[in-house]
Structures are given as C-alpha cells and as structure tokens.
C-alpha cells in the first residue's frame, strides 16, 4: 500500500464505521471477491464486532466458513492458507488502487486470521483562501465563526437560500426520477448456483478438491458471479449448474447440466473427460476444473448466450461486453456499430466498468485508423487502471499495443491476461496471433490448440492462426479446411481459402477470388497494406501471394510495396456474401 498517500492511523475504528466500509466495499463494482472470500471476510468482520479480537485458528475457518469436516486438518490441507493469501492480496490490490477514496481499510496482517479496520488520512487541498476587499479570509468555518441563527439581518437572506436550495433539490429529484423512468436497463453479470457431488461416497474428498479448483477457476472470469451455501438462500439465483463427479484409475469425469432459474429450462448439458494418462491425480483434477470453467464461463459458453439472447435489446451493462465480444468475433458490420453504440451508453452511466472499456477498446481496432487506434489505447489504459485484475483489460491493452507495432510490449500484456485467467479461449486467440506475427510458429500453433479445446468455444482469432500454421507448413488442405471455419466476414480467412485451393490446384479459387474482389473492391493493390498490418513474416507474406497469384490475382509488384508504418492500417472486417 502507498504509506506515501496516506497516513495510516491503527486505532480503535467504531463499529458503524466499520460496518459501513464492509457493506461500501461489498457493493463497490471494482472489487471483485468470490462468494467464499465474502464469507471469511463476513466471518472475520463478525468476530471483531463481538470483540474477538484474537486471530482465529485456520480449523475454525475450514470448519465454519468453507464446509470441511471435523476430521480437517490446516497441515495437510492448505486451503484455508491459500484463501486467505488470496484475500489478503485482493484487498490489498483494491486499496492501493482506490484507497484514496475512503478513510477507513479492512487489513488482514500477515501471518494472522483477524480482520484489521484502519483509518487512513485522505490528503486534502488547503481551504481556499478568498480575497474580501484585500482581506483573505478563509472558507473553512467552524462553529464560533458560524453567524448567529437571531440575526435579523441575516436570517431572512440564509432563508431564501434554503428554500432556493429545496426548490432546486425538489427539481433535480424530477429531473432524477424522469431520467430514471426512461434509464435503460442496467444487466449486470448473473449469479450462478454450483451443485457439485460425487455418486462415490468414497470420491467424495477428492471430489470436494476438485470443486474448490473449479470455483477458484471461475473466479476469474467476469461473465458470472458464483453464489454459495446461505447466499443461495437469501435469493434466487439466474442460473443453477449441476455436476456429478465420476472416477477411476483411468479418468476422472464431470456430468453437468445448466438450468435457468427463471424459467426451469434446461439450457445444456454435456460431459467433460479427462484421462490419467499417467500423470498425478493433482493434475487431473486441475485440467477438469479447468475445462468446467471454460465450459461455463467463456463468453461462448451456454450462460453468456443465453444472457446475450434474453436481455432486452436497449439493456446496458454486461449485456453490452457480451454481444461486443461477439460482434467482434463474427465481425459483423452492424452488430458491432449496435455494440459500439451500447457500449458507449453503458460507459456513460458506469465509468468504472473495465469489461466495457475493454470491449469497446478491441471494437475499435477494427475500424483499423488512427483516430480509432488512439481512442483504444485510451480506452485500455483507462481498463486496466479500473480494475488491474481483469484479463479483458489486459487483453484489450495487449490488442492496442499490438495495432500499435509493439510486438513486445503486446505479448507482455497477453502473458499477464494468461496468469490472471489461464481458462479463457479469447487469451490464447489473442496470444496465438501475437506469437505467430512474431515468428514463434510453435508456440503460436500450441497456443491455438489450448484455444481450441472445444470446438463450441474456440475465438476466430484462434481458427485463423491454425489455418496460418496449416498453410505456412504447406498443408495445404488443412489450411483450407480450418479456413472454411473462420467467419466470412474475416478478409484474411477468404484469402486463405483462395490460396490454399490455387496451391493444390483444385476448382473454385478464381471463383471465390472474384466475389472477394467484388465485396472488397481493390483487395489486391491494399493486400499488401493488409499483410503489414498484420505484420506477417516475409516469408509467409510470400508464399500467401503465391497463392493468390495462382488463382488470378494481380498483386502490386515488390518494388511498390507500402512503407512499414504501424499506424498505417487496412479495414478486415467487410460484409462477405456467397
């Protein structure tokens, strides 16, 4: 924490103040605990309000917070100290950035289970000193300075000015209350219900294990709150997600189902895998927990469609993150003007939403000019201050860095989306495309892979990496393959196509390259433009434009190739009709 902004006072800070920081910080959008982080921090809070202020053993916090069994043992199992890392980390990450903005912290020492409230000084600028006929006087006032209530000549004026002061409070509460009538919906994320259970009595510690990895992994989205044990009770929650957990020596198997709350209906259902293959019952549970969570809480997954599919059309808020993440992956004209438009309202009523800003700024990149480039910088600058935690921050300041010709710098972003949420497809997709322009094939063609897990989920911009590898090792029937899979309004995924049917010499490329040309008039004078943004290896530039010259295409010559200016950029997303 920055002792340099404040000054930080460790005293007796009373019960209403520091229940009120409690219920401010629960509320605040910025901090972003898991259900089971809220309950210690309940757990800690209400032992310091009835005056315990000893620090609680790590058994009692197992036992009365997070569900284990008498038969619990801290040394053998650490969960409750990696929790409490977690939450000692998080509050600390909430408080360096935003602490200026309230007096009092809730603190967890180091090497102590206690709930510490401190006041914090917030620095404030000196009163205003006011010139009065060459007198400065100050406008602080204390309470022998304020003007007698009795004064007859002062009491009629302070009067008028506080029936002025209503009049204009009764107006402004008008105003607030059409603008409120009129206001559209606000959607935030929904809150999901886990059921997690084992038919095997005898798995179900392993099953147990098993569920704390995923809630931890599902943490780190922002497409959905986890809600758990009382919560559940208190109110309803939008979605309820069922597992059954099976296993073997061979595998280890979750059956799961989603239902929504609302209506009962069974959304989905399917069955995630994995098998031992030798490798340690840790690992196994892990790339389960894992695939759960990419299952439920990528943007592709079954709750964020139906979330997008069910909201009214006028909503703001998630809504807006969730059909811009879309819209930019289908690049479709129109959806992403709608997107860019409900952004921008959303932004408007919630500045600090650091999903918005970051889908706005990777929408921008696809209008691919300098304005739009400078305003999606600014935009995931603005992310990543607003909640440094966010991979969708960070992804969209890796995006923006990387339309900005700092490869480098853009892979660094990436790397750090990655750490934060090793589960989301849409990072790897980005981080893919980032390591292939830079000539890392291996680890490019490794990365879509990850992205690429399930068929349902993988991101466009991990297809088109896979058709990339495919073509640059010569494969060309694979590339043509995976290329048939990336959306058509891609420009990048059609001359893949037309390529790899010129280079195996089959039927359709002079076809395909004759409606591309006709939906993108003069592709081939800014094709080379195209590959600098880009910024393809020479040598693969080469043997793209070998195949599109098989197919009929006449490329500008070598010599009158573009300068390589990474603000110069070329549109990629264009209406493609068949």
Request: charged share 20%.
């Given at each position: 924490m920055n002792a340099g902004q404040h000054e930080t006072e460790i005293c007796r800070v009373s019960n209403s103040r520091a229940g009120a920081e409690l219920e401010r910080l629960f509320s605040d959008t910025r901090f972003h605990p898991t259900d089971r982080q809220k309950a210690i921090i309940?757990?800690?809070?209400?032992?310091?309000?009835?005056?315990?202020?000893?620090?609680?053993?790590?058994?009692?916090?197992?036992?009365?917070?997070?569900?284990?069994?008498?038969?619990?043992?801290?040394?053998?199992?650490?969960?409750?100290?990696?929790?409490?890392?977690?939450?000692?980390?998080?509050?600390?990450?909430?408080?360096?950035?935003?602490?200026?903005?309230?007096?009092?912290?809730?603190?967890?020492?180091?090497?102590?289970?206690?709930?510490?409230?401190?006041?914090?000084?917030?620095?404030?600028?000196?009163?205003?000193?006011?010139?009065?006929?060459?007198?400065?006087?100050s406008t602080s006032t204390s309470m022998n300075d304020a003007t007698p209530m009795d004064d007859p000549y002062l009491t009629r004026p302070r009067f008028m000015a506080t029936a002025a002061a209503a009049v204009l409070c009764l107006s402004a509460g008008i105003g607030g209350l059409t603008w409120l009538y009129n206001a559209p919906a606000s959607i935030d994320v929904p809150t999901v219900s886990i059921g997690f259970g084992s038919v095997d009595p005898l798995l179900g510690g392993d099953a147990s294990l098993t569920r704390d990895i995923l809630l931890t992994a599902l943490a780190q989205f922002r497409t959905l709150a986890v809600v758990l044990g009382p919560a559940q009770a208190r109110s309803t929650p939008d979605y309820r997600v069922e597992i059954k957990y099976y296993g073997s020596e061979n595998d280890r198997t979750g059956r799961w189902q989603i239902v929504d709350a609302q209506s009962g209906h069974l959304l989905d259902a399917g069955v995630e895998n994995v098998a031992a293959d030798g490798r340690s019952l840790p690992v196994v549970r892990g790339e389960l927990a894992s695939a759960l969570a990419s299952r439920l809480g990528s943007t592709k997954g079954t709750i964020s469609l139906n979330e997008a599919r069910r909201s009214p059309s006028g909503a703001i808020g998630n809504v807006c993150t969730l059909r811009a993440e879309a819209a930019r992956d289908d690049l479709d004209p129109a959806e992403l003007a709608a997107a860019t438009r409900c952004l921008k309202r959303t932004i408007s009523a919630r500045p600090e939403d650091a999903s918005a800003l970051a889908a706005l700024s990777s929408i921008l990149l696809v209008e691919n000019d300098r304005a739009s480039l400078a305003a999606?910088?600014?935009?995931?600058?603005?992310?990543?201050?607003?909640?440094?935690?966010?991979?969708?921050?960070?992804?969209?300041?890796?995006?923006?860095?990387?339309?900005?010709?700092?490869?480098?710098?853009?892979?660094?972003?990436?790397?750090?989306?990655?750490?934060?949420?090793?589960?989301?497809?849409?990072?790897?997709?980005?981080?893919?495309?980032?390591?292939?322009?830079?000539?890392?094939?291996?680890?490019?063609?490794?990365?879509?892979?990850?992205?690429?897990?399930?068929?349902?989920?993988?991101?466009?911009e991990a297809l088109l990496v896979k058709a990339l590898v495919a073509y640059r090792e010569r494969e060309w029937s694979d590339a043509l393959l995976i290329a048939?899979?990336?959306?058509?309004?891609?420009?990048?995924?059609?001359?893949?196509?037309?390529?790899?049917?010129?280079?195996?010499?089959?039927?359709?490329?002079?076809?395909?390259?004759?409606?591309?040309?006709?939906?993108?008039?003069?592709?081939?004078?800014?094709?080379?433009?195209?590959?600098?943004?880009?910024?393809?290896?020479?040598?693969?530039?080469?043997?793209?434009?070998?195949?599109?010259?098989?197919?009929?295409?006449?490329?500008?010559?070598?010599?009158?190739r573009p300068p390589n200016n990474p603000g110069h950029r070329v549109a990629t997303a264009v209406p493609y009709t068949q």
């Open positions: 309940n757990y800690l809070a209400a032992r310091r309000f009835a005056g315990c202020e000893e620090p609680v053993k790590a058994y009692s916090i197992g036992i009365d917070v997070l569900g284990k069994t008498s038969s619990f043992d801290p040394a053998q199992d650490p969960i409750v100290r990696i929790e409490m890392s977690r939450l000692r980390s998080l509050l600390e990450d909430h408080y360096e950035a935003f602490g200026h903005q309230t007096e009092t912290w809730i603190e967890i020492p180091r090497g102590r289970y206690v709930a510490q409230f401190t006041t914090h000084q917030v620095p404030t600028a000196p009163p205003q000193q006011i010139s009065v006929k060459g007198v400065a006087t999606s910088s600014d935009l995931a600058d603005q992310a990543v201050a607003a909640d440094p935690l966010s991979e969708r921050a960070h992804l969209a300041m890796a995006r923006a860095l990387f339309a900005a010709g700092k490869l480098d710098a853009a892979i660094t972003s990436a790397n750090r989306a990655l750490a934060l949420n090793p589960n989301n497809p849409d990072v790897y997709g980005t981080l893919a495309t980032l390591l292939f322009s830079g000539g890392y094939w291996k680890a490019a063609a490794d990365m879509a892979d990850d992205a690429g897990r399930f068929p349902d989920l993988v991101p466009r048939e899979q990336v959306p058509r309004a891609d420009v990048m995924g059609n001359v893949l196509r037309i390529a790899s049917l010129a280079q195996i010499e089959a039927q359709g490329a002079e076809q395909l390259l004759e409606e591309l040309q006709a939906q993108v008039p003069g592709i081939a004078s800014s094709f080379r433009s195209m590959i600098i943004s880009a910024r393809y290896r020479p040598e693969v530039a080469a043997s793209i434009e070998d195949g599109l010259r098989k197919a009929g295409a006449r490329l500008e010559s070598a010599a009158r």
